[in-house]
């Protein structure tokens, strides 16, 4: 039974014209510590009666930009209305309504006697801008599915990076931070008890660091806040030996081990194939699920699930084929099994919480590390396990290996968000450094000043500053690090 810790206040969501990203810090923790079940009250699912299942979770996202009326920070959604004849920018009210519409399909399902699920994730920035630009009609769409206890069984939310920014080439320091202002945010808009309920992570990009300590304290304020598992693509990991995933369609036991020698391990989902929004806009992962039977973990028989994850917006197939194929396909579970038999889909917390009361441990997953890291440990001893030695085995690797990096991996190796991009990354780092000198020890991070600082921090961490390119987005970057610079100094 989930129970909230008592006196909990309510959350402003903007304060001085600011998202509600700090300042409540012990409340959060508070809130999200816990080892309560979040859907085994209320699922609907029995293990016996099913064959194998799939999640799919639909991933939301856009930049806050300096470019409103003189500056301003604005979200990339208010600007592209402002411009309807640049670029892509006349997608800009479709996009409104994929934010939304999982709030009509969801019910609309539902009452068709239709079992269906969905994961959501909805970085920091789009939630702002939301609210910047007064969609209040898209936030309450969200809220109905979030909160009334009637939808809560078939969506559940995952938590992100507060900016969109990916983990490899983040200052290690502002991990955390950006994990928590999520979550400051969230609960603010949606409520304690819906921040309580969120225990799945969705890193922006897929982009799974494998730096040693960067993986290490990724994986430490993941637990610190609250988060069971997180989803993984599945060509970011391989085996404790090196090699490449063999059981894909179970949960993993991700292992983090640091320049220390220290370990830490989190469950991991794994994201399957490439980035292609066509395998969640024509329902593949329902499809890939019916080619499948149970699988072992431990002594245990349990259903594989294959979890896939895409933009909810991006791209014709899912601004104009998704709805129809999202539909169709729950109508066909409805019609083969009700909805709960044969094959199912679920949320990610829903089937690790019904595979662990079938008797599955953590112990018994199958283990799994990033990309590369084998080619360290089987060079590093245990024994010998210090930072410079590790450091040496890297630089070792790098000189020795052409293809061997430490910028993680994510659901495509064809991008970079790290070469190319020193104008960006340099002033990135220097801000970083300017905020936790400057700041972070000196003043409560609920004054105005500590949120104005910790805003520009966050959004120069943005990834598509480091994705479209030089030109108007490095610009962008570029002015929201002077800013920055300017309210710390």
Same mark, same amino acid.
């Given at each position: 039974?989930?129970?909230?810790?008592?006196?909990?206040?309510?959350?402003?969501?903007?304060?001085?014209?600011?998202?509600?990203?700090?300042?409540?810090?012990?409340?959060?923790?508070?809130?999200?510590?816990?080892?309560?079940?979040?859907?085994?009250?209320?699922? %609907?699912?029995?293990?016996?009666?099913?064959?194998?299942?799939?999640?799919?979770?639909?991933?939301?996202? @856009?930049?806050?930009?300096?470019?409103?009326?003189?500056?301003?920070?604005?979200?990339?959604?208010?600007?592209?209305?402002?411009?309807?004849?640049?670029?892509?920018?006349? %997608?800009?009210?479709?996009?409104?309504?994929?934010?939304?519409?999982?709030?009509?399909?969801?019910?609309?399902?539902?009452?068709?006697?239709?079992?269906? &699920?969905?994961?959501?994730?909805?970085?920091?920035?789009?939630?702002?801008?939301?609210?910047?630009?007064?969609?209040?009609?898209?936030?309450?769409?969200?809220?109905?599915?979030?909160?009334?206890?009637?939808?809560?069984?078939?969506?559940?939310?995952?938590?992100?990076?507060?900016?969109?920014?990916?983990?490899?080439?983040?200052?290690?320091?502002?991990?955390?931070?950006?994990?928590?202002?999520?979550?400051?945010?969230?609960?603010?808009?949606?409520?304690?008890?819906?921040?309580?309920?969120?225990?799945?992570?969705?890193?922006?990009?897929?982009?799974?660091?494998?730096?040693?300590?960067?993986?290490?304290?990724?994986?430490?304020?993941?637990?610190?806040?609250?988060?069971?598992?997180?989803?993984?693509?599945?060509?970011?990991?391989?085996?404790?030996?090196? #090699?490449?995933?063999?059981?894909?369609?179970?949960?993993?036991?991700?292992?983090?081990?640091?320049?220390?020698? #220290?370990?830490?391990?989190?469950?991991?989902?794994?994201?399957? @194939?490439?980035?292609?929004?066509?395998?969640?806009?024509?329902?593949?992962?329902?499809?890939?699920?019916?080619?499948?039977?149970?699988?072992?973990?431990?002594?245990?028989?349990?259903?594989?699930?294959?979890? @896939?994850?895409?933009?909810?917006? %991006?791209?014709?197939?899912?601004?104009?084929?998704?709805?129809?194929?999202?539909?169709?396909?729950?109508?066909?579970?409805?019609?083969?099994?009700?909805?709960?038999?044969?094959?199912?889909?679920?949320?990610?917390? #829903?089937?690790?919480?019904?595979?662990?009361?079938?008797?599955?441990?953590?112990?018994?997953?199958?283990?799994?590390?990033?990309?590369?890291?084998?080619?360290?440990?089987? &060079?590093?001893?245990?024994?010998?396990?210090?930072?410079?030695?590790?450091?040496?085995?890297?630089?070792?690797?790098?000189?020795?290996?052409?293809?061997?990096?430490?910028?993680?991996?994510?659901?495509?190796?064809?991008?970079?968000?790290?070469?190319?991009?020193?104008?960006?990354?340099?002033?990135?780092?220097?801000?970083?450094?300017?905020?936790?000198?400057?700041?972070?020890?000196?003043?409560?991070?609920?004054?105005?000043?500590?949120?104005?600082?910790?805003?520009?921090?966050?959004?120069?961490?943005?990834?598509?500053?480091?994705?479209?390119?030089?030109?108007?987005?490095?610009?962008?970057?570029?002015?929201?690090?002077?800013?920055? #610079?300017?309210?710390?100094?």
């Amino acid at each position: 039974m989930l129970t909230l810790p008592s006196h909990l206040p309510t959350l402003p969501e903007i304060i001085d014209n600011l998202p509600n990203i700090s300042g409540w810090e012990t409340e959060v923790l508070s809130v999200v510590n816990h080892d309560a079940p979040i859907f085994s009250p209320s699922t %609907n699912l029995n293990l016996a009666d099913i064959k194998a299942v799939f999640a799919i979770a639909l991933h939301m996202h @856009q930049p806050t930009i300096p470019a409103g009326d003189n500056g301003a920070l604005i979200s990339n959604l208010q600007d592209m209305f402002a411009h309807p004849h640049t670029g892509d920018n006349h %997608n800009a009210a479709p996009f409104a309504y994929c934010y939304s519409r999982m709030g009509d399909f969801i019910p609309e399902l539902v009452q068709q006697g239709c079992n269906p &699920r969905v994961m959501l994730d909805y970085s920091g920035n789009l939630l702002w801008g939301l609210r910047q630009m007064g969609r209040s009609d898209i936030l309450d769409n969200l809220k109905r599915i979030t909160c009334d206890r009637t939808y809560q069984p078939y969506v559940e939310w995952l938590g992100t990076m507060w900016s969109h920014a990916v983990i490899p080439s983040t200052p290690i320091a502002d991990i955390k931070l950006h994990i928590i202002a999520w979550q400051h945010q969230f609960a603010a808009i949606f409520g304690w008890e819906a921040l309580a309920r969120v225990k799945g992570f969705s890193p922006p990009e897929m982009h799974l660091p494998n730096h040693p300590d960067t993986l290490y304290e990724f994986v430490k304020a993941l637990k610190e806040c609250g988060y069971r598992w997180l989803l993984v693509q599945e060509h970011s990991i391989e085996t404790i030996n090196g #090699e490449s995933i063999i059981h894909k369609h179970l949960p993993h036991q991700l292992i983090a081990r640091n320049s220390q020698g #220290e370990t830490i391990s989190i469950t991991a989902l794994i994201k399957t @194939q490439g980035s292609d929004t066509k395998l969640v806009g024509q329902m593949q992962p329902y499809y890939e699920a019916k080619t499948l039977s149970s699988q072992q973990i431990g002594n245990v028989f349990i259903p594989p699930i294959v979890s @896939q994850i895409g933009d909810g917006e %991006n791209g014709g197939v899912m601004m104009n084929e998704f709805p129809s194929a999202f539909k169709q396909a729950w109508q066909e579970m409805l019609n083969q099994g009700g909805g709960k038999s044969g094959i199912v889909g679920v949320c990610g917390t #829903e089937y690790l919480e019904l595979i662990t009361a079938a008797g599955c441990n953590l112990a018994d997953y199958p283990q799994c590390q990033p990309v590369g890291q084998h080619q360290i440990w089987q &060079r590093v001893s245990v024994d010998n396990c210090q930072p410079e030695v590790v450091e040496n085995v890297i630089q070792e690797l790098k000189q020795n290996h052409p293809n061997f990096h430490m910028d993680g991996a994510s659901w495509t190796n064809h991008i970079s968000w790290v070469k190319g991009y020193e104008n960006v990354l340099s002033p990135m780092y220097q801000l970083s450094s300017l905020f936790h000198q400057k700041l972070e020890q000196l003043l409560p991070t609920n004054t105005t000043k500590y949120r104005q600082a910790l805003l520009h921090n966050l959004l120069l961490q943005t990834s598509c500053f480091r994705y479209w390119g030089q030109g108007a987005w490095t610009d962008y970057a570029r002015e929201i690090y002077q800013r920055g #610079e300017n309210l710390l100094s």
